[in-house]
């Protein structure tokens, strides 16, 4: 490899990042070793922590690290980024607190990265102790980073702090309504879900493709099926009807309504399918007495090259079941 610049070094450490290629990262690395003097410039310090924290490599990221004598928050936030994007948790909120006692400063994209370790670990009280952090700094008011330290209370149960957080924001964006619905869902609070919904409606709120399908959950039970319908309408007006996703989370709400029919119209009409998309469609027949049809779409999703998930074959051997097909379930099983 002839001698590069920095830029091209650090150009070729996104690259493998990108490609999730350790062998492109390694011989980069090797290459910087060989091209520039030590200490590297910090820029390029921190690429190397970032590739190697980013491809679960977490040794070589601490030794870089180490060896990094300039330590900044962009050093330490690359290392504590990569650390939670491969589940390392605890590993991530040492990193956080290792950085404060060098006294230097969290931004906005470490906090973030602080609260969705608290809340994996469900760790309240760590998760307090950053958002004591964040007030002390002034950063608790970004949106993103107030959004995360709603969705950290909320994830670890404490409802009262996530509530109290929400109504101080100065400002809300998409994201911040959507992790509201979210957690409203995931905790049955379907009516606060949806007049979470209405009143981002109302202040001018443009929901995005998360929002509809976070909705759509929210109104999954057949007595908020003339509000579903309606969001429906909205999708359609809104121009989501293609969204892979959305038109997944529609075939999902139809199905836990009882309205195979619409699922099944919903679903005739995507363009694009995805092996959630037949999912789907295989789960709302079985879930509604349809165990025929449920098989047929089974059948026809594989000849399509659809993988089926665990519960779409969950879906499909109790729809054998239930039509008491020993034969077709034996038939099935072949194809797993």
């Given at each position: 490899?002839?001698?590069?610049?920095?830029?091209?070094?650090?150009?070729?450490?996104?690259s493998?990042?990108?490609?999730?290629?350790?062998?492109l990262?390694?011989?980069?690395?090797a290459?910087?070793?060989?091209?520039?003097?030590?200490?590297?410039?910090?820029?390029?310090?921190?690429?190397?922590?970032?590739?190697?924290?980013?491809?679960?490599?977490?040794?070589?990221a601490h030794?870089?690290?180490?060896?990094?004598?300039?330590?900044?928050?962009?050093?330490?936030?690359?290392?504590?980024?990569?650390?939670?994007?491969n589940?390392?948790?605890s590993?991530?909120?040492?990193?956080?607190?290792?950085m404060?006692?060098?006294?230097?400063?969290?931004?906005?994209?470490?906090f973030?990265?602080?609260?969705k370790?608290?809340?994996?670990?469900?760790?309240?009280?760590i998760?307090?102790?950053?958002?004591?952090?964040?007030?002390?700094?002034?950063?608790?008011?970004?949106?993103?980073?107030?959004?995360?330290?709603?969705?950290?209370?909320?994830?670890?149960?404490l409802?009262?702090?996530?509530?109290?957080?929400?109504?101080?924001?100065?400002?809300?964006?998409?994201?911040?309504w959507?992790?509201y619905?979210?957690?409203?869902v995931?905790?049955?609070?379907?009516?606060?879900a949806?007049?979470?919904?209405?009143?981002?409606?109302?202040?001018?709120?443009e929901?995005?493709?998360?929002t509809?399908c976070?909705f759509?959950?929210?109104?999954?039970?057949?007595?908020?099926?003339?509000?579903?319908r309606?969001?429906?309408?909205?999708?359609?007006?809104?121009?989501?009807?293609?969204?892979?996703s959305?038109?997944?989370?529609?075939?999902?709400?139809?199905g836990?309504?009882?309205?195979?029919?619409?699922?099944?119209?919903?679903?005739?009409?995507?363009e694009?399918?995805?092996?959630?998309?037949?999912?789907?469609?295989?789960?709302?027949?079985?879930?509604?007495?349809?165990?025929?049809?449920?098989?047929?779409f089974?059948l026809?999703?594989?000849?399509?090259?659809?993988?089926?998930?665990?519960?779409?074959?969950?879906?499909?051997?109790?729809?054998?079941?239930?039509?008491?097909?020993?034969?077709?379930?034996?038939s099935?099983h072949?194809?797993?």
């Amino acid at each position: 490899m002839p001698s590069l610049t920095s830029n091209s070094l650090a150009f070729l450490l996104e690259s493998a990042v990108k490609t999730r290629s350790s062998l492109l990262g390694r011989a980069t690395h090797a290459q910087t070793i060989k091209s520039l003097q030590s200490p590297l410039p910090s820029f390029l310090a921190n690429h190397l922590i970032n590739m190697y924290s980013k491809l679960d490599l977490p040794k070589s990221a601490h030794l870089l690290l180490q060896l990094t004598p300039n330590r900044s928050v962009v050093t330490w936030t690359v290392l504590i980024s990569g650390s939670v994007q491969n589940g390392h948790f605890s590993s991530a909120l040492l990193q956080f607190f290792n950085m404060r006692c060098e006294n230097i400063q969290p931004n906005d994209f470490t906090f973030p990265c602080a609260f969705k370790a608290s809340a994996s670990l469900r760790l309240s009280f760590i998760g307090k102790q950053v958002h004591a952090i964040a007030v002390k700094f002034g950063q608790i008011y970004d949106v993103f980073v107030g959004c995360s330290a709603f969705d950290m209370y909320s994830k670890t149960g404490l409802k009262h702090e996530a509530q109290k957080l929400f109504d101080e924001l100065p400002e809300r964006n998409v994201v911040t309504w959507n992790a509201y619905i979210s957690n409203a869902v995931l905790d049955g609070r379907l009516i606060n879900a949806v007049n979470a919904f209405i009143e981002f409606r109302r202040m001018g709120g443009e929901p995005d493709s998360i929002t509809f399908c976070a909705f759509l959950n929210a109104c999954a039970d057949p007595l908020y099926l003339d509000l579903g319908r309606q969001l429906h309408g909205f999708v359609i007006q809104s121009g989501f009807e293609a969204d892979v996703s959305v038109s997944n989370g529609l075939v999902d709400f139809y199905g836990k309504c009882r309205e195979v029919r619409l699922a099944e119209m919903v679903f005739g009409g995507m363009e694009k399918r995805n092996a959630v998309s037949w999912c789907s469609m295989v789960a709302a027949c079985e879930q509604n007495g349809e165990e025929e049809k449920a098989c047929v779409f089974f059948l026809e999703g594989r000849r399509e090259g659809v993988e089926p998930t665990d519960y779409m074959v969950s879906s499909v051997i109790s729809a054998c079941a239930g039509l008491a097909g020993l034969e077709l379930g034996r038939s099935v099983h072949a194809l797993l």
